[in-house]
């Protein structure tokens, strides 16, 4: 019952956010001309002081490429390390599912995909055979959206996928070792097959879909995004964008889809997207990011017990979104390295959220 009434407040806070104070931060006569404004953290309500420790724990880590802090929708901190600057796009990793995701609500909206429940194997099937598991033909969009395809966890299977020939043709044949839509299972190939069917659905590859009906929008440019190798773009990893474009993500998330008066992603996905799907137990704790759990390719959890959204990629990149404390923190960092030194690395930046950024807050 705890979850349930958790999301119910969850989505009274957005509303409330949404009707008070989405004219306030970035603002222009359209999208195209968003851009950040600066402030001194007092200014917004924070300690100057701890900000600066965050930044300086930054640079002691060493892998930390960036540290961005947004609040009341100004910049109050920002530092780049390794070379980084703040013109310079950095691969976000799996940031790029929830960017996925609000594609997918547009996509919805604009009629090209009818509903979540439609099959999976519909929109493949020259990948369909004789001999397939018939539990297959069960998996939906939803499953999915919400990581519940069936397939084990990409940790064991990530490798072995990425170095086949085709992505989309390994990934169904993929033994099931759940039934589809009963459990999460978190692998990026789930995702790759919804950016194909993005492309299917809309008749435009989905780099060109985000850019007419996101991107441009938000005022955000992509970097690089790979391609894989039936050309359809990787969904749900390996887009490139600088800090501040991925901070854009989650100013718009907060506003509930809406930015510079404009209405970019639905209301109602941004609120369906958000809802804890997973209700895993109350022993989900991730370092600093307690009661995790998992909405549409967004993450959900809580930080010094605020609750919070974020997008998560791996090693350390991060959009990180606190609505009752109107904050956003943005980081990003290196991401060639092993799961083990990943999972330290991305720790140790939610411990400076937790302990120099949350408490910066007055």
Not at 208 to 227: R, T
Not at 295 to 318: D, K, R, S, T, V
Request: aromatic share 12%; proline share 4%; glycine share 8%.
């Amino acid at each position: 019952m705890k979850y349930l009434t958790k999301t119910f407040s969850f989505i009274l806070l957005f509303t409330f956010l949404f009707l008070s104070s989405c004219s306030e931060g970035p603002t222009g006569p359209g999208a195209s001309s968003f851009s950040w404004p600066t402030s001194t953290p007092e200014l917004q309500g924070m300690d100057s002081q701890l900000l600066a420790e965050a930044l300086v724990q930054g640079d002691n880590r060493g892998f930390v490429d960036c540290i961005l802090v947004i609040r009341n929708g100004h910049i109050v901190a920002e530092e780049y390390y390794n070379g980084f600057g703040r013109e310079i796009a950095h691969n976000v990793k799996s940031v790029s599912k929830s960017f996925l995701s609000a594609m997918t609500g547009i996509a919805l909206r604009d009629g090209h995909i009818d509903n979540l429940n439609l099959k999976m194997l519909d929109f493949f099937p020259e990948y369909v055979y004789s001999s397939i598991d018939p539990r297959k033909h069960d998996i939906t969009l939803r499953d999915l959206l919400m990581m519940r395809m069936g397939i084990e966890h990409e940790r064991q299977n990530y490798s072995q996928i990425y170095n086949t020939s085709n992505w989309i043709k390994t990934t169904i044949e993929f033994p099931l070792i759940y039934d589809p839509g009963s459990t999460f299972s978190y692998n990026t190939f789930q995702t790759h097959l919804l950016s194909a069917i993005i492309t299917k659905a809309t008749g435009m590859n989905t780099k060109d879909f985000a850019e007419e009906n996101l991107f441009e929008k938000m005022s955000v440019e992509l970097g690089n995004w790979q391609i894989g190798p039936q050309g359809y773009y990787f969904g749900g990893n390996n887009m490139s964008f600088t800090p501040r474009n991925m901070a854009k993500l989650g100013y718009l998330y907060m506003n509930l889809g809406m930015m510079n008066g404009e209405q970019i992603v639905p209301i109602m996905w941004v609120l369906e997207s958000l809802t804890n799907y997973t209700n895993l137990s109350g022993t989900n704790n991730w370092g600093d990011l307690h009661n995790v759990n998992y909405g549409y390719l967004w993450w959900l959890g809580e930080i010094n017990n605020h609750e919070i959204f974020l997008a998560i990629g791996y090693g350390g990149q991060f959009v990180i979104n606190f609505p009752d404390l109107d904050l956003i923190v943005v980081t990003t960092a290196e991401n060639h390295l092993g799961w083990d030194l990943a999972d330290e690395h991305e720790r140790a930046i939610l411990s400076i959220v937790a302990d120099y950024i949350v408490p910066a807050v007055n």
